[in-house]
């Protein structure tokens, strides 16, 4: 009965995670072809406005489009490159290793911190109990030592 419940809830969490995922991904290919639609467009514009209207030749030079259009093509390369090419190696599935990693070195690390604790308590324990032990010690002896004050007489001195 609970299991059935826990394996139903672990399918909801990993079907709303694929389908976050899926929707993501969409995104990213429909921002890249918007990308490239944008592309075309301003290469014929940048083309229309060199070559017909004559436009940034006294600024620039004449030609200026294909520049621009090079630019622009090298940008969207990079697009091409994070879209297809890095999320295909950089996906959930590469950060949930990394998140594992990093999770693995920091319960390394609190193992060996506390390990590191609880030697540090041992040692100030130890050095506690023998203070202690000599403390003891140095009164038992002293106590041997010290002469007995006659009660009688407090401001009477120790003969």
Do not use: C
Request: net charge positive; aromatic share 10%.
């Amino acid at each position: 009965m609970f299991s059935k419940n826990k394996q139903t809830d672990r399918l909801d969490s990993e079907s709303r995670e694929q389908y976050e995922y899926a929707r993501k991904r969409i995104a990213q290919k429909k921002g890249l072809m918007r990308h490239f639609v944008f592309f075309l467009a301003g290469s014929i514009l940048f083309i229309i406005l060199d070559v017909v209207l004559k436009m940034g030749h006294e600024i620039i030079m004449s030609g200026w489009y294909v520049w621009a259009i090079i630019i622009w093509a090298f940008l969207l390369l990079i697009h091409v490159f994070n879209v297809f090419i890095m999320n295909k190696f950089m996906d959930k599935e590469w950060e949930n290793e990394q998140l594992e990693k990093l999770k693995a070195k920091q319960e390394v690390r609190v193992a060996e911190l506390k390990k590191q604790a609880l030697k540090e308590v041992v040692v100030k324990e130890n050095k506690i109990a023998k203070e202690q032990e000599a403390l003891k010690s140095m009164t038992d002896s002293t106590k041997t030592e010290l002469p007995e004050v006659k009660k009688n007489n407090s401001n009477q001195l120790p003969e």
